[in-house]
Structure formats: C-alpha cells, structure tokens
C-alpha cells in the first residue's frame, strides 16, 4: 500500500528501462501499479496488529470496533477469493496460500 506525500493512492507507475532490479530482475517499476489490485492479506495483518495492540492496553472505542465489525464480516465473506496477494500479481487474481493464512488469523 502505497500514497503520495499528499495521500493520493494513484501514482502513476512507469518502467525504469535505465535500472536493473534485484539480482538481474527486471522489469524495475516505480508507481503504484497495484492500488486498484485486491489483496486480501493485509486485512488479517492489520487485524492482527489490532489485537495484539489491546494485549499492551490499546483499545478501538466502540465505533473503531464498530468499524471492525464491518471489515470482519466482509472479510468472512470474502476470505476465500482469489487476490494479488503481497506479490502483487500482473497476471490476474490467484489462490495465494499466504493470503488464506493471514485472513484466518
């Protein structure tokens, strides 16, 4: 998930001919390619991180658990569809093992 300084996700994504990636991987891009893209995993991580926040006494208040409930039903619902996942996918939606993990947790 990335955004511009200003917040705005829509950064336009451009191939860096003039750049090789990591170990010879190329293509290398710079933008935000993937801001349309679903990925179902950051849902359990940041839920994740939420419950392990009320462990050390942070809490959500009603309408932050509200707010939850409402990502938590989506989510029941929508665990199962193929996503981009982390890898941010270029060839359509798959079954990621990772993104079913982190949904269940």
């Known amino acids: 998930i990335m ?4 917040g705005d996700p829509h950064l336009t994504e451009e191939i860096l001919e003039h750049f090789e990636g990591y170990r ?5 891009r710079a933008g935000n390619g993937a801001a349309d893209q679903l990925q179902l995993d950051i ?8 419950a392990q926040g009320r462990d050390v006494g942070e809490q959500a208040g009603y309408h932050g658990w ?3 409930a409402g990502i938590l039903d989506w989510l029941a619902d ?3 569809r193929p996503d981009e996942g982390i ?5 359509g939606r ?5 993104s079913r993990v982190m949904c269940w947790a």
Do not use: I, M, Q
């Open 3 to 6: 955004y511009r300084v200003d």
């Open 24 to 28: 010879g991987s190329y293509p290398v």
């Open 43 to 50: 849902y359990g991580e940041a839920l994740y991180a939420l």
């Open 66 to 68: 509200k707010g939850l």
């Open 78 to 80: 929508s665990w199962d």
């Open 87 to 91: 890898w941010e996918t270029r060839g």
């Open 94 to 98: 798959k079954d990621f093992t990772y």
